[in-house]
């Protein structure tokens, strides 16, 4: 599969921690093409699989943010688009 060319990071309520970031599957039928509106699809879809009866139910996430970044890019570098739980 090789080295992703962008990643998900997730931050956690609480005590804001990081999850190890995802990779961004950039298939048309996943993940489609990196923008705001596909990641906010994506972090959505997320959040629906950990409902009881979802595929992730078994985890408890919290998540209050999403950054879609470049893989291998630190701070605002490579930054494509931010989801923030309103």
Known sequence: ????????????????????????????DRDGRPSQKNLAKHVEGLIDSTQPGGCNDHLSLDIVQ??????????DEGVIAVWTRS
């Open 66 to 75: 999403a950054t879609l970044r470049r893989n291998g890019s630190v701070d």
């Open 1 to 28: 599969m090789g080295t992703p060319a962008f990643v998900v990071e997730y931050v956690l309520a609480g005590s804001r921690s990081r999850m190890t970031p995802a990779r961004w599957q950039g298939q048309v």
